[in-house]
């Protein structure tokens, strides 16, 4: 619950002024806490995208199946195997109990004590005094405050007694469940130019999929993971006066943070060389370790804002520490998101203000304002003012022709002729046929279709009909006369 942060609005003026802490995996820490399994979900996902993990491992992983770990089906029982198991028989409030924010809270005083005594040569390698890390034992399983200043431990006293804490945990730190993960984060190395698998370890992908596998870790093994890894990297750092190296750390906690319980060297056999330089790079790049991914901060982000998180590197694009400029576009996304949002409760806002005083004109009443305002209502747009009809744009009325000709031309050939003029400027469409002029469409083709000598034949035909139906009338006249 400290990983939560809260934010609290401050109102004093003195305080304004101090610098703002922001945690950068405030979300992330809020997803894993609220909805633990749409967080493990997402970070599964992504860890299958860098390691490949069979169904049996991947259900291991997910603590859908017990864990199948080496040695676990041999029936050798070898005396240090014997004697772990008979140690770890021997519970007690701390040591030889499962992992609790009390016991944390109690190894924690012999972490804090090592880090101001550094400089002791063969530390963790030399073994302190058995007596006093009984007391020590003691006093830690009791509970009793410990003053590890007063002079009656050695650094190696306490130094002995935290490795011993580790190795009689119930499993190990990392825990079993993570074991096969990572053996396949050890073999992540890079390739070459023709795609073949080199053997140069890539370290990025190590740290990325190393930083996934920790978020799924339970809170109180990440918790003094960190703690204990911070550790041992500043002892790295004064190798120079305690001659302890990295890789030194590494053999001597390896077997009890990472090689699985009740097992010998001989049960891991070719695997021992790959857990124990694990063990190397999580000390060397502790530092990067502990930090969410990118694309995981930004998932549990649009997760709390009400977007659609995504769930998978592939959709989010990793940005690493140099990775400023791939940040520009997914910046621009989160802009246009957030002022698409913002015009849609401004205009929102606006339809219910321009409603509410629609009533209020409505109820007014009669008079010339009030006809007045109705009159300006009726000039908005209809989503803008509630009960006015939506204005439809006039449909295009058909061009008539009122002369005789353009009569004669409807009555024989309907709209095609119509229709093609337009078709000049505009797409074809569809043409109607009247069903007086089938024989003559047979005749001569769709009309749609025609070609210009054939339209000119019959406009020709059209005007000597229509200069013989004149003929016709004037003579009917002049008899007439």
């Not at 993570?178 to 390739?191: E, N, P, R, V």
């Not at 990025?204 to 109180?220: D, K, S, V, Y």
């Not at 009443?365 to 204005?391: C, E, M, Y």
Request: glycine share 4%; charged share 25%.
């Amino acid at each position: 619950s400290d990983a939560i942060c809260n934010f609290v609005i401050c109102n004093d003026s003195s305080l304004r002024s101090q610098p703002i802490i922001f945690n950068p995996d405030f979300f992330v820490e809020k997803l894993r806490h609220e909805k633990p399994e749409v967080f493990t979900e997402l970070v599964v996902s992504n860890i299958t995208r860098l390691i490949d993990l069979p169904g049996a491992e991947l259900a291991q992983l997910m603590g859908e199946e017990d864990p199948k770990l080496p040695g676990a089906n041999s029936t050798a029982s070898g005396f240090f195997r014997s004697l772990m198991s008979l140690k770890r028989k021997e519970k007690g409030v701390v040591f030889g109990s499962p992992l609790t924010e009390e016991g944390i809270a109690q190894v924690s005083q012999l972490i804090e004590y090592l880090h101001k005594n550094l400089r002791a040569e063969g530390l963790f390698r030399v073994p302190g005094n058995s007596i006093r890390q009984q007391i020590l034992k003691d006093a830690l399983n009791s509970g009793t405050d410990i003053d590890l200043d007063s002079g009656d431990f050695h650094s190696n006293d306490v130094a002995t007694l935290l490795k011993m804490f580790l190795g009689e945990l119930p499993e190990p730190l990392l825990t079993h469940k993570h074991f096969h993960a990572h053996l396949k984060i050890a073999d992540l190395t890079l390739f070459d130019e023709k795609g073949n698998k080199t053997s140069t370890p890539d370290k990025e992908r190590q740290i990325e999929a190393l930083q996934l596998l920790f978020l799924i870790l339970p809170a109180p093994n990440r918790s003094l993971l960190k703690l204990l890894l911070d550790l041992l990297y500043q002892t790295a750092k004064k190798q120079d006066k305690n001659k302890m190296s990295a890789h030194n750390l590494a053999l001597m906690f390896a077997p009890h943070i990472l090689w699985p319980r009740n097992v010998t060297a001989n049960d891991l056999q070719e695997n021992i060389t790959k857990l124990n330089n694990g063990v190397t790079f999580m000390i060397k790049h502790s530092q990067k370790l502990f930090k969410a991914p990118v694309y995981i901060r930004e998932c549990a982000r649009l997760h709390y804002l009400g977007s659609r998180a995504h769930t998978s590197k592939d959709d989010l694009d990793l940005l690493t520490s140099s990775g400023s400029k791939e940040l520009q576009p997914l910046k621009s996304q989160k802009r246009s998101r957030l002022d698409s949002c913002h015009q849609e409760e401004t205009q929102q806002r606006t339809e219910e203000a321009l409603k509410e005083l629609f009533r209020h004109v409505h109820n007014m009443p009669d008079s010339a304002k009030k006809k007045k305002l109705i009159r300006q209502f009726n000039k908005h747009p209809a989503a803008l003012t509630p009960g006015s009809d939506v204005p439809t744009s006039p449909a295009p009325r058909r061009t008539r022709s009122r002369s005789f000709s353009g009569l004669i031309k409807r009555k024989v050939l309907g709209t095609p002729v119509i229709l093609e003029r337009k078709s000049r400027d505009t797409t074809p469409e569809p043409v109607r046929v009247s069903k007086e002029n089938v024989q003559l469409l047979q005749k001569c083709g769709s009309p749609a279709h025609m070609s210009q000598a054939k339209l000119k034949s019959l406009e020709g035909q059209k005007e000597e009909s229509c200069r013989r139906m004149r003929a016709r009338l004037l003579s009917k006249d002049s008899s007439s006369l």
